[in-house]
């Protein structure tokens, strides 16, 4: 499990990926591409104050940020699928503000990370 | 080893297909529960899988409970992947018919290790089922000639005789006897008698089709269930079968051997309603009629006319 304090873990992800640039690379563009639709999806949920979709689509976030080793975000992620279960949504917005902001962060760090293990 | 993953989330999915490959699996994935059943349940189907808990379609659990539905085929290892920890969550998917489960995001080592845990499973239910399935063949086979005992070739002619009754087909049972066999064992051994016991039944299922009957009934008595037959041409079959032995000599350890029989026919236009036992006593009275008579010919029982053996082409 990836710690929850940092953006992102390095070692984590690179254990996972067994120090493959061209998996990491792969995953990265599907990251990126899926991220901004679940984003997006969130985003739509929480303007809709529809707490089953915040937490349909929480949960499918918390499980992409996990598998790329992001514990702070993925943490987020869980907090609004937490949210959206238990239906009371009241901060919903400002934690999906956070979440936006960790996950903008996230992505040069993942860059950095492929960079490290470039043939 | 096939493995099965099924993860609706493409990222999950790609990491795990590499984390397979790498470990020696074939790996099929899936993007939904749907699949996953159909991939599952089809024959000769992966008996290892990895499954997602949320999936679209069919979650994991629903295809937990299709799969423990299949009676009939080799039982499948089942893992369920899941971000759930609550242990309610876990009841539930070991409830369903999973085997394990993993929560995500899944360690590789963990993971590689479970699956082992699996296969050794796996290769446990191979080896009963093969015992198993060797234990049935001996209960039901002659352990010399590999054919039907006698016991359950005279079950299925009692099944034989019930469906031809509701069917109205025609039926016919042979009872096979080889002619001076005890001269074979006293003059060159058992072992050489075992030799022509194993050529007799080869070749008396080479000279039937694939859905008539043979059986040992006996020491060197073989019984025949000739389904669907035609009645004017039976006689004809049996001397057909009669003439593949006494013109082609068998070879043995002890040398070429010239091994003749006798066969007694009786056929279902003539047993009215008779059980299996008195056809028996029928046939192999017709049997002892074509043994008396110097042996290496086919007597009919209970001929409502009577037929006279047509002689056949040379050749």
Same mark, same amino acid.
Request: include cysteine; glycine fraction near 8%; aromatic fraction near 4%.
């Given at each position: 499990?990836?710690?929850? =304090? ?5 070692? =984590? ?8 640039? =061209? ?85 040069? =760090? ?10 | ?10 990222? %999950? ?88 489960? &993993? ?5 590789? !080592?963990? &993971? ?19 015992? /198993? ?19 359950v070739i005279m079950d299925m002619l009692r099944r034989e005789i019930s469906r031809g009754r509701r ?13 001076? +066999? ?39 008595? +073989? ?13 004809? /079959? ?5 003439? %593949? ?21 009786? /056929? %279902?236009?003539?047993? !009215? ?5 008195? &056809?028996? /006593? ?23 006319? %009577? ?9």
């Amino acid at each position: 499990m990836p710690s929850l =304090e940092n953006i992102l873990d390095p070692s =984590e992800l690179l254990i996972r990926v067994d120090n493959d640039y =061209e998996l990491l690379a792969e995953l990265l563009d599907i990251f990126k591409r899926d991220l901004l639709d679940h984003m997006q999806c969130l985003g739509m949920a929480v303007a809709n104050a529809d707490a089953a979709s915040i937490a349909r689509a929480g949960h499918t976030l918390k499980g992409m940020l996990l598998n790329m080793a992001a514990g702070r975000a993925a943490a987020t992620a869980a907090q609004m699928e937490g949210m959206g279960r238990s239906g009371d949504i009241s901060g919903a917005q400002a934690i999906f503000a956070r979440l936006q902001k960790e996950t903008k962060e996230l992505t040069p =760090e993942l860059e950095k990370c492929l960079a490290q293990v470039h043939p | 080893m096939n493995i099965l993953v099924a993860d609706d989330d493409l990222l %999950s999915r790609r990491l795990l297909e590499n984390v397979l490959s790498r470990a020696g699996y074939q790996v099929t994935a899936v993007r939904n529960g749907l699949l996953a059943a159909e991939q599952l349940c089809r024959l000769g189907g992966p008996r290892l899988a990895l499954l997602d808990w949320d999936m679209p379609e069919m979650d994991g659990l629903g295809v937990c409970r299709k799969i423990r539905q299949q009676q009939d085929q080799n039982y499948v290892y089942i893992v369920l992947l899941t971000a759930k920890e609550a242990k309610s969550d876990i009841v539930a998917g070991l409830g369903a018919g999973a085997d394990d489960y &993993l929560t995500k995001p899944f360690d590789p !080592e963990e &993971l590689k290790a479970r699956l082992r845990a699996g296969q050794r499973i796996l290769d446990l239910e191979d080896r009963l089922v093969e015992a /198993r399935e060797e234990m049935r063949f001996k209960a039901t086979h002659d352990a010399l000639t590999g054919l039907y005992n006698r016991g359950v070739i005279m079950d299925m002619l009692r099944r034989e005789i019930s469906r031809g009754r509701r069917e109205r087909s025609s039926t016919a049972i042979l009872l096979c006897d080889l002619d001076r +066999f005890k001269g074979v064992n006293d003059t060159h051994g058992h072992l050489t008698g075992d030799e022509v016991l194993r050529e007799t039944a080869r070749r008396l299922l080479g000279s039937v089709r694939s859905y008539d009957l043979v059986g040992r009934y006996g020491g060197e008595e +073989f019984l025949l269930i000739l389904n669907n037959c035609d009645p004017a041409s039976v006689l004809n /079959r049996a001397e057909e079968i009669r003439k %593949s032995f006494a013109e082609d000599p068998m070879e043995t350890t002890a040398g070429p051997m010239k091994v003749t029989l006798s066969l007694g026919l009786l /056929r %279902s236009i003539d047993w !009215e309603d008779r059980a299996a036992e008195a &056809l028996i /006593r029928e046939v192999d009275g017709a049997l002892y009629a074509a043994k008396a008579a110097g042996g290496n010919c086919t007597k009919m029982a209970n001929p409502r006319v %009577s037929v006279a053996v047509p002689a056949l082409p040379q050749g």
